[in-house]
């Protein structure tokens, strides 16, 4: 029985991931700092320190580099659940809002909406999927799985509820104001409870 053939060796270079987070972090900060319009592929590469070739090899356009900066801001700060409705919603609440402070995440949703118009509609699509629906999707299951375990209403509206805790923060941040997360939390968990 012949050997089989060994697979052809693959072209190219193996991507760095390295970069990949260099490159993320890069337009992060640049969107905080200069908004989407003086956000530049050669600008990104530059803060990056890393070559045009390796963004534009990863992300074709500008908008697909803004979606994915918007998904990286996710990861890794997402509090592990514990079962309890008001910690781990208040645990979210709090993350969600230090990780905000922390990249001046308002300031980039403020840029990507003022620049919706230019963009065809595309940029709010982008916002929405990569930040604000995920988000918004951690927040309901925490509020789910309560409904289920009949700690709070079985007709409870999840993604009104959903609405009512995440929208507390962007209402605080143009009233200039900060509403404590336990107090948001007992707000509407008292109206949601059994």
Known sequence: ?????????????VKDRSKDAAVLDATVRLLAEHGVAGTSMDRVAAAAGVSKVTVYTRWATKNALVGAALAHLRLGHVPTPTGDVRADLVAL????????????????LGTCLADERGSGGELLGIVRENTLLPRRALFAAVLAAGVERGELRGDLDVEAVTSLVVGTLYADHLAGRTTPPETVVDLVIGGAGR
């Open 1 to 13: 029985m012949e050997p089989a053939p060994s697979p052809a060796p693959r072209r190219g270079r």
């Open 93 to 108: 609440l709090v993350a969600m809002r230090a990780q905000y402070d922390a990249v001046g995440a308002m300031s980039i």
